[in-house]
């Protein structure tokens, strides 16, 4: 089996185990935390740096970080790629800022992540009814499935619908292009600029949030953990109606102290002597 079609065939098996159907995603980081418990993050990093997934072996624990970014498709498309890594368990070559290095793992991911994000059955039902294809369908396609245009060309000229030189003809084109001559540039800024923001894991925060609330962790920690002023955290948490505990102060009778027998015997020998600078004579020291 090709790593094409191993990718593929995970990607609609994933779908169905986990009851997606073959309807367009949602939150994305949200499903992979919630379907798989992996912590995942958005990062600042490098404008090389897209993503990539770390593997503690020794606690069986697994870490996804992503760069934020004013793209949001392609912040997805990391996403998908790196949860195609965890999905085959590929923790020595999985880096997903190293994707011209056309290993087999790295062409699964590829196909995991495109089949997950636009599954065929899902656009040839989305496209019923329209058979002839324009740019104007690329763009509804992008825009429903939360694409790249690139992928979305990939995946028609896949599903027969385009030709070759069609799909190196929209793979050309750029996300914003579609959505400005297709009037959906409004919907793509917001998702530009919620792609763009730091973003902490949410067992992380929410076990930061019941620390706070338990009366031992500061609002402060939990400012600096999502990347946010301290005023905002505090009034977002006042508004939610969670507080910190107040810890009473258990203060001791001092009836329970134990004796501490005390020999001042010393003390009294040291305020006796005579000053160091003092001549025992009687006269005084040069």
């Known amino acids: 089996m090709s790593a094409e079609i191993e990718g593929c065939a995970a990607a609609r098996s994933f779908r ?22 992996v912590d995942v993050a958005v990062l600042d990093a ?11 072996p020794e606690r069986d624990t697994i870490f996804v970080g992503v760069a934020r970014t004013p793209h949001p498709m392609r912040q997805r498309s990391t996403l998908a790629h790196e949860l195609g890594h965890i999905h085959f368990g590929d923790w020595v070559n999985a880096d997903a800022g190293g994707w011209s290095e056309r290993s ?18 899902g656009m040839r039902e989305f496209l019923t009814g329209s058979p002839k294809m324009t740019e104007a369908t690329l763009s509804a396609i992008v825009q429903r499935f939360i694409v790249s245009p690139a992928m979305a ?12 030189a069609t799909k190196g003809e929209w793979m050309a084109l750029s996300t914003p292009h579609l959505a400005v001559r297709f009037g959906w540039i409004d919907q793509y800024q917001a998702m530009q600029s919620d792609s763009n923001k730091r973003r902490a894991p949410q067992k992380l925060l929410a076990r930061a949030t019941k620390g706070y609330a338990e009366g031992v962790l500061s609002a402060q920690a939990i400012a600096s953990l999502r990347g946010t002023s301290l005023y905002a955290v505090e009034a977002e948490l006042r508004d939610a109606g969670v507080t910190p505990a ?5 203060w001791a009778d001092p009836a329970d102290l134990p004796d501490v027998p005390i020999d001042l015997a010393a003390l009294d ?17 040069p």
Do not use: K
């Not at 490098?46 to 503690?56: C, F, I, Q, S, V």
């Not at 060309?153 to 070759?164: E, S, W, Y």
């Open 246 to 250: 107040e810890r009473p102060v258990a």
């Open 269 to 285: 020998a040291d305020l006796g002597a005579p000053d160091p600078s003092e001549d025992p004579t009687g006269g005084t020291a």
């Open 153 to 164: 060309a990939i995946a028609l000229h896949g599903a027969g619908c385009i030709d070759a």
């Open 16 to 37: 169905e185990q986990h009851r997606l159907g073959v309807q367009p995603l949602g939150d994305l980081i949200a499903i992979i935390e919630q379907t798989t418990g």
């Open 104 to 121: 087999p793992a790295e062409v699964r991911a590829d196909a995991f992540a495109r089949n997950l994000l636009l599954p065929l059955d």
């Open 46 to 56: 490098g404008p090389d740096e897209h993503g990539l997934t770390m593997r503690d």
